[in-house]
């Protein structure tokens, strides 16, 4: 991802150790995606499917042998910012994520991405509330980028035409601020360049972010701790 319009960082004690650890988690995330995709298109018979299990749990058991009780939250990365690991569309740590990696100049957010089989709505194309949530997140940068953390009040949608699996591309622009409201639009288009979905949103800072504005971090909709 580029770096977000302001650069409000925290410290981090061995970025390079909390670096090797996030890679080391994405890889794992990656290699979680395929055995996702693969488990959703496989068609081996059903006694192949039971002995498969075992290996899977015990790799789940190994992985809990340290684990958080809950969601992970808001965290530190390597390089300074916040962000929540587990987002189902940028987490890094999340395999259901595609993931996508938004670029952002401020104003304007964009991410190019890959979505299938586990994305499937209607046969061959992209799961309506998949799209949503693909838009809500892209547009749902834009606020953070520009200093003003804040969360999707509405969001409307309108469905074009279906959205074929495979390679997509998103993008969003600020279209009005208001004070804590932003008004925002995106579109999802396809690998021809056809627009799938469009999408309109009212983006509010919340009370909450409101105390702690000064300290967003221009990360993909996080924001910092409050200082002390
Ligand atoms: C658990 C705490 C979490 C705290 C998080 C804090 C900050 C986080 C910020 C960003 C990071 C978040 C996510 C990551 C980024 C992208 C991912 C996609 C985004 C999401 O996935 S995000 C989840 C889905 N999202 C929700 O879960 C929101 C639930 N909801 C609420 O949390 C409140 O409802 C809220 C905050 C919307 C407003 O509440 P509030 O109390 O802060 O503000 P208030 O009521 O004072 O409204 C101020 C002015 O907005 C107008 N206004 C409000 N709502 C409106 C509406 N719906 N339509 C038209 N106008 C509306 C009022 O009319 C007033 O307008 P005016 O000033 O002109 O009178």
């Known amino acids: 991802m580029t770096a977000g319009g302001f650069d409000a960082l925290v410290p981090v004690t ?3 150790a909390l670096r090797e650890q996030e890679q080391a988690g994405a890889a794992l ?5 395929e055995l996702l995709d693969a488990t959703v ?3 081996l018979d059903p006694a192949q499917l039971h002995a498969a299990i075992p290996a899977v749990r015990e790799v789940t058991e190994s992985l809990l042998a340290d684990a958080a009780d809950g969601p992970r939250g808001l965290e530190p990365s390597s390089d300074g910012r916040m962000r929540v690991h587990g987002n189902p569309m940028v987490g890094a740590l999340n395999p259901f994520a595609p993931p996508l990696r938004i670029d952002w100049d401020g104003e304007r957010a964009a991410t190019r991405f890959t979505v ?4 499937e709505g209607p046969p061959g194309c992209l799961h309506g509330g998949i ?6 997140q892209v547009l749902g940068v834009i606020p953070s980028s ?3 953390p804040a969360m999707t ?3 409307d949608l309108r469905y074009r035409r279906p959205t074929p699996l495979g390679e997509l591309s998103a993008t969003a622009w600020l279209v009005e601020r208001d004070g804590w409201k932003l008004r925002l639009e995106g579109e999802l288009t396809d690998a021809e360049g056809e627009v ?11 009370r909450v972010a409101r105390e702690h504005l000064g300290t967003p971090t221009g990360d993909a909709g996080e924001f910092a701790p409050p200082a002390g």
């Open 131 to 136: 799209a949503a949530a693909v838009l809500d």
């Open 153 to 155: 009040a509405t969001l």
């Open 116 to 119: 299938g089989a586990a994305y």
């Open 196 to 206: 799938t979905v469009s999408a309109t949103g009212l983006f509010v800072v919340p």
């Open 29 to 33: 995330a990656d290699a979680v995606r």
């Open 146 to 148: 520009i200093g003003l």
């Open 41 to 43: 298109r496989t068609r």
């Open 14 to 16: 061995d970025p390079d």
